[in-house]
Nanobody, 124 residues
Framework: QVQLVESGGGLVQAGGSLRLSCAVS????????MGWFRQAPRKEREFVAA????????SYADFVKGRFTISRDKAKNTMYLQMNSLKPEDTAVYYC?????????????????WGQGTQVTVSS
């Protein structure tokens, strides 16, 4: 099994920044791809960004390109999401995700492991 624990959410003003972290424990060798999803109130969960655990290839949703950066520190077993130029519409619960399949598969929501989520609120 794999455990994912997010941290770093909070309240920030529009234009501000936050860095989310996802600590990975357990059978980490089972992971090939990791990513971030978010779910705003009354909306479906949506893909934000993904990264391959070994090689560091990345993929982003169009609405975060140029503002968010996904990264991972293999030595610390931690994935990050640096969020800059935040907008009120970025307000959501952000979830860490991990899977054994490709980025394409994870983008489509085929995720085996989920974190519990961390709230991000951006005020206008």
């Amino acid at each position: 099994q794999v455990q994912l624990v997010e941290s770093g959410g909070g309240l920030v003003q529009a234009g501000g920044s936050l860095r989310l972290s996802c600590a990975v424990s357990g059978r980490t060798l089972r992971l090939y791809t990791m990513g971030w999803f978010r779910q705003a109130p009354r909306k479906e969960r949506e893909f934000v960004a993904a990264i391959t655990w070994s090689g560091g290839s990345t993929s982003y949703a169009d609405f975060v390109k140029g503002r968010f950066t996904i990264s991972r520190d293999k030595a610390k077993n931690t994935m990050y999401l640096q969020m800059n130029s935040l907008k009120p519409e970025d307000t959501a619960v952000y979830y860490c995700a991990g899977d054994q399949q490709t980025i394409s598969s994870l983008r489509n929501g085929l995720v085996e492991y989920w974190g519990q989520g961390t709230q991000v609120t951006v005020s206008s």
